[in-house]
C-alpha cells in the first residue's frame, strides 16, 4: 500500500545570482545543475562553514521561500517584497509557508525534480534592507534549504507544479 501523501502547490518563480546576498533576480528558465541551479552563487558542491570557515559539502544547495510569506511580510510591515528578495531560488506558492517542513522530506518541482531538504532557513541581517522588523518577523517563515536528489540536466520554470511528498 502506498502511504506517500502530497500537498500540491506551484513555482511562481525561479531566481539566481552570482553574488551573495540579496536579492536573486527572476529568470524566465533555470538549469538544473547537479549541485544547484546554474550560474547562482549558492551552487556547488561545498561551501565555506559558517562556524569554522573551512570548506564542507553543501548542504544549502537550493532554497525555497512560500510567497505567502513574503504576501504576509508586505501586509504586515507595509514592504514590498517579491519573489528572490529573501535570496531564494524558488518562490512556491499553495505549499504553505514550509515552516512544518522537516530534514529529509522531499519536494518534487516538476516531473523530475526532487530536492531533499536539509534545514530550515534562518533569517539573516542583510533581509533588514528591506524593513527593520523582517528578521525578527520571518522567523520560522523564511523556507527550507535542500540538495538537489535527481533531476540535474532538468530546466525549472514558473508555473511548474510543486509538491511535498510526505512518507
Same mark, same amino acid.
Given at each position: 500500500m502506498d502511504t506517500t501523501r502530497l500537498v500540491k502547490g506551484l513555482i511562481v518563480a525561479v531566481c539566481t545570482s552570482r553574488n551573495a546576498g540579496v536579492p536573486k533576480y527572476p529568470q524566465t528558465e533555470v538549469l538544473v545543475d547537479e549541485f544547484g541551479l546554474r550560474d547562482d552563487f549558492h551552487a556547488g558542491p561545498t561551501r565555506i562553514s559558517r562556524r569554522t570557515g573551512k570548506p564542507k559539502f553543501n548542504d544549502r544547495q537550493i532554497s525555497i521561500v512560500a510567497k505567502e510569506v513574503?504576501? *504576509?511580510?508586505? +501586509?504586515?510591515? @507595509?514592504?514590498?517584497?517579491? &519573489?528572490? *528578495?529573501?535570496?531564494?531560488?524558488?518562490?512556491?506558492? @499553495? #505549499?504553505? *509557508?514550509?515552516?512544518?517542513? #522537516? $530534514?529529509?522530506?522531499?519536494?518534487?518541482?516538476? *516531473?523530475?525534480?526532487?530536492?531533499?531538504?536539509?534545514?530550515?532557513?534562518? &533569517?539573516? /541581517?542583510? #533581509?533588514? %534592507?528591506?524593513? +527593520?522588523?523582517? /528578521?525578527?518577523?520571518?522567523? @520560522? +517563515? +523564511?523556507? /527550507? #534549504?535542500?540538495?538537489? %536528489?535527481?533531476? %540535474? @540536466?532538468?530546466?525549472?520554470? $514558473?508555473?511548474? &507544479? %510543486?509538491?511535498?511528498?510526505?512518507?
Open positions: 513574503l504576501n *504576509d511580510l508586505n +501586509r504586515e510591515l @507595509g514592504t514590498s517584497l517579491k &519573489p528572490g *528578495d529573501f535570496g531564494e531560488n524558488i518562490t512556491t506558492e @499553495g #505549499l504553505g *509557508d514550509l515552516g512544518n517542513i #522537516l $530534514p529529509g522530506m522531499l519536494i518534487r518541482i516538476g *516531473d523530475s525534480v526532487i530536492v531533499s531538504i536539509t534545514e530550515q532557513n534562518e &533569517p539573516c /541581517v542583510n #533581509l533588514q %534592507a528591506y524593513h +527593520r522588523l523582517v /528578521v525578527k518577523k520571518s522567523y @520560522g +517563515r +523564511r523556507g /527550507v #534549504l535542500g540538495t538537489l %536528489a535527481s533531476g %540535474a @540536466g532538468s530546466i525549472l520554470q $514558473p508555473g511548474m &507544479p %510543486a509538491e511535498i511528498i510526505l512518507l
